[in-house]
């Protein structure tokens, strides 16, 4: 195996666990609802998730590790696809931003960071933006 097939086998690895961090974020309340699950289905043709992987993410008995990346870019990006995951149905419940930060904190946010990139996003989320400006916006 070359060092790029390590790569990208590295890479899909954090893919999928991220996927199944939003899997994780949508399932919190007990259900995934339709506009969940669009969302879902566009994050996985983004993260090259197989359907067999989807079908594994997708069972109850699963647990994916998180992986922290050194790119503040990375996390944001992160972030962000859990935010827009969050606000597809409009409505944000205690437990998901339990786990929201949580998650932060896991791609390696210290709290303090963590919690403020929290209530600037949920306040940038009531009114959405795109993905750079949400980047500038916290970088800034």
């Known amino acids: 195996m070359t060092i790029i097939d390590l790569y990208f086998h590295s890479e899909h690895r954090r893919n999928l666990a991220h996927f199944a961090s939003l899997a994780s974020l949508a399932a919190v309340d007990g259900e995934i609802n339709p506009r969940e699950k669009v969302l879902l289905d566009n994050f996985a043709r983004k993260l090259d998730i197989t359907n067999e992987e989807y079908k594994e993410v997708m069972k109850k008995s699963n647990k994916y590790p998180i992986t922290a990346s050194n790119s503040l870019e990375e996390r944001l990006e992160r972030l962000y696809d859990i935010f827009r995951l969050i606000y597809a149905d409009h409505d944000v419940e205690h437990t998901e ?28 989320f009531s009114g959405r933006i795109k993905f750079d400006d949400y980047l500038y916006i916290l970088k800034h």
């Open 97 to 124: 931003m339990v786990l929201l930060k949580k998650y932060a904190i896991g791609l390696g946010f210290p709290t303090k960071k963590a919690n403020k990139i929290i209530e600037e996003s949920v306040a940038i």
